[in-house]
């Protein structure tokens, strides 16, 4: 990292446009959060921006401010809406089919929730197979689809004063695809825009839409879209900050709380087996087997890079793991994920670990959208570009320099966040050593 001295952060003046491809159950759950806290309806519980501290110096120091307070944030009064969807449906609308919030919260922020319609999406039905709808883009290639979410971003723009923006996707999971030709250079993804290359998903035209616009980037779904060289490079070239991808929210959470356990007391792993019923709409996109696979492959990967197996054969080689997600209607956003863990001990000897989660799906992403945005204009404000890995705490799949494996321990992410926020403000970094206590 650069000396400290040579962060500078530019203030938080006026107000920050967040702009959300998708709104779903968490785009509504997020923004109708917002809009409560505003009120005083409700705590920001589950948004580190809003309730974490952060300990400054020596534990004998007593310094540990809110991070909101540490670092010059947007203030959530100084936040603007604005999203693009398939469906027509106001914000209120869609929020109500969603059924995440109660109907009694909803109607305390009805007006300002009425007001946000969605602006037309780009959609590519061999991307999303399971839904459709009527509110889209009218068929062109896929470069004037960019240039025509480039004339929202400025709409946006001038229609809120907003003074800054960010992007972030909250739409449904697209179906795998590995990289391309096409994505190697910006120079063969912009000719593959112009050319319709089938290789390019719409997310990939709203974050090349967003880059060139100086926009910061987030990606919540775990399929193809900022982790290329080509977006990557438009991004360093713009000294656009990205992240992504893939919302850490209800099992992979789970399982990146307590892998790191049993690694760190040498507990070895026979199986760990992993289903999940959902019933809102992202249960209903990965019932298709092309999205489920993007999703499969964020949900397996964490385990692996944890465990590190090339490192404990005795422990970890060769375990089995199996994910499951079920599409169950009757759950709604009420996601159940249900883990069995073979695990062994001394001597070799079994024993098991069973977790059920019953969680809510909308409910843990909608204050991980809120940090996102934040920490992604902060980063901005800050002169930080392209890959922002001190934002992996959030992530299934954490973006990475290609030469690194991804840090996916939860607890060594949260060290990494808390000590880039540190070294923003110049403070000493927290090494949790300690031996200046005992001398």
Known sequence: MPEKENVTIAPAEGKLGVLIAGMGAVTTTFIAGVEAIKRNLAKPIGSVTQMATIRLGKRTDGRSPRIKDFVPLASLEDLVFGAWDIYPDNCYEAAEKAGVLEKSLLEQVREPLSALRPMTAVFDHEYVRRIDGPNKKPEASKMEHAEMLMDDIRGFRESTGAARLAMIWCGSTEVFHRPAAVHQTLAD?????????????????????????????????PHLTTDTPALQQLARERQVPICGKDFKTGQTFMKTLIAPGLKSRM??????????????????????????????ETKMEALQQILQADLYPDLYKDFYHKVRINYYPPRGDAKEGWDNIDIFGWLGYPMQI?????????ILAAPLVLDLVLFSDLAQRAGMRGIQEWLSFYFKAPMHAPELYPEHDIFIQLMKLKNTLRWMRGEDLITHLGLEYYD
Not at 197 to 211: F, G, M, N, T, V
Not at 273 to 296: A, C, H, Q, Y
Request: aromatic letters at 12%.
């Open 189 to 221: 993804f912009e000719s593959g825009l112009q050319k319709d290359d089938p290789e390019i998903s719409p997310s990939q035209i709203y974050a090349y839409a967003a880059l060139k616009m100086g926009v910061p980037y987030a990606n919540g779904a």
């Open 267 to 296: 507990l070895g792993l026979h199986g760990w087996f992993s289903t999940n019923i959902l019933g809102n709409r992202d249960g209903e996109v990965l019932d298709d087997p092309g999205s489920f696979k993007s999703k499969e």
């Open 354 to 362: 069973k977790i059920d989660f019953l969680c809510r799906d909308s």
